[in-house]
C-alpha cells in the first residue's frame, strides 16, 4: 500500500511570492492535516480538510490556505512568502471512520526554503 | 487545549542498553497518546498509539509505551536499543472528540545510540 505522498521534495522561493504545496493521502483516507515543522518552533498544527472541507485551523495567519479535491489530495499555498516561512511542511492522512480516524500517517515533507 | 512535554532534548545511550524516553501531558480533555519517530531528512513514522484498552502499548522495532493516566504520563521504553534507532522522537496527543483532530505534539527528543 503506497503511502502519503508530497511535492516537491524541495522548494526554493523569494520573499513575496507564493509556494504551492502538494499531497496525496493514502487509497481510502478522506481527512488530510498539514504542519510546519520549522527549526527552533516543532511542530505546529496547519490545516485538517475532510470530505474537501476546511474542518480546522491553527493559529497561522490568513496567508496560509489551502483545498482539498474530489478525490481527496490536498495543496496548501502559502502567499506572501516570508523568511519565516522556511520549513519542513508535512501532510497527513487518516481514515473517517470510528477507531482509525484517530490516527494520522505521514508524507515525507516538502523542505521550503525562502530567500 | 493540550500540551505536551518531552523532558529531555537529548538522550545519550550506548548500543545494546535499555532507553526511556519520558513523555507529559496536559489536557482538560481525554485524549489519545502517540509516539512517531523521524529519521534525518525524513518524515514521521508511527511507533504506537494509544486509544483504549491496556496501558501497555507494543509498537514498531521492539519500541512499547505504558499510558499513566494519574501520572499523565506515556513514556516510550526500548529494552536494547541499536545503532539504528538513532533518531528524533515526538510524543503526541488530540482529542478523543471528533471536532477537533489536530496533533499537539512535544518539542522531540533526540536519541544518540553510540557504539
Known amino acids: 500500500e503506497a503511502g502519503v505522498t508530497q511535492s516537491p521534495t524541495h522548494l526554493i522561493k523569494t520573499r513575496g511570492q507564493q509556494a504551492t504545496l502538494r499531497c496525496s493521502p493514502i487509497s481510502g483516507h478522506t481527512s488530510v492535516y498539514w504542519y510546519q515543522q520549522a527549526l527552533g518552533l516543532g511542530l505546529q498544527f496547519l490545516l485538517w480538510y475532510d470530505e474537501g472541507e476546511e474542518r480546522n485551523r491553527g493559529n497561522f495567519p490568513p496567508r496560509f490556505s489551502g483545498r482539498q479535491f474530489p478525490n481527496y489530495s490536498s495543496e496548501l499555498n502559502v502567499n506572501a512568502l516570508e523568511l519565516e516561512d522556511s520549513a519542513l511542511y508535512l501532510c497527513?492522512?487518516?481514515?473517517?471512520?470510528?477507531?482509525?480516524?484517530?490516527?494520522?500517517?505521514f508524507g515525507p515533507g516538502t523542505r521550503l526554503l525562502v530567500l | 487545549a493540550q500540551s505536551v512535554t518531552q523532558l529531555d532534548s537529548q538522550v545519550p545511550v550506548f548500543e545494546e542498553a535499555p532507553v526511556e524516553l519520558r513523555c507529559n501531558y496536559s489536557s482538560s480533555v481525554s485524549v489519545y497518546l502517540f509516539w512517531y519517530v523521524q529519521y534525518p531528512n525524513q518524515g514521521l513514522q508511527l511507533l504506537l498509539k494509544y486509544l483504549s484498552g491496556s496501558t501497555l502499548v507494543k509498537g514498531i522495532n521492539g519500541f512499547e509505551a505504558e499510558f499513566n493516566k494519574s501520572q499523565t504520563s506515556f513514556h516510550l521504553r526500548k529494552p536494547s536499543v541499536h545503532i539504528s534507532d538513532t533518531a528524533e522522537y515526538f510524543c503526541a496527543v488530540t482529542r478523543r472528540d471528533t471536532g477537533r483532530r489536530a496533533l499537539t505534539f512535544g518539542s522531540g527528543t533526540r536519541l544518540q545510540v553510540q557504539p
Open positions: 497527513a492522512s487518516s481514515y473517517t471512520l470510528a477507531g482509525e480516524r484517530e490516527t494520522q500517517y
